[in-house]
């Protein structure tokens, strides 16, 4: 089965945010890249895709950045 991976433009894109808000949730351990290329491109997968939209929706709903980490631990 072959993964499709978008690049973090894509991403930011599809989620209408910027790229350095997906580098700082990458900063704080909330999110990793699928894979990054050899060229430093960094490209995500559906995982990370949902992942992101999870961290997205608890941020809207008021949640600090240690709140959401502390929630996705468990």
């Known amino acids: 089965m072959t993964v499709n991976l978008i690049t973090i433009s894509e991403l930011a894109n599809i989620f209408e945010i910027n790229q350095h808000t997906i580098r700082h ?5 909330l999110l990793a890249p699928a894979e990054v290329s050899e060229n430093g491109y960094r490209k995500y997968s559906l995982t990370e895709a949902y992942k992101l939209s999870f961290v997205l929706f608890l941020r809207e709903l008021g949640l600090s950045l240690s709140d959401v980490y502390n929630y996705l631990r468990y």
């Open 25 to 29: 949730y990458e900063e704080k351990g």
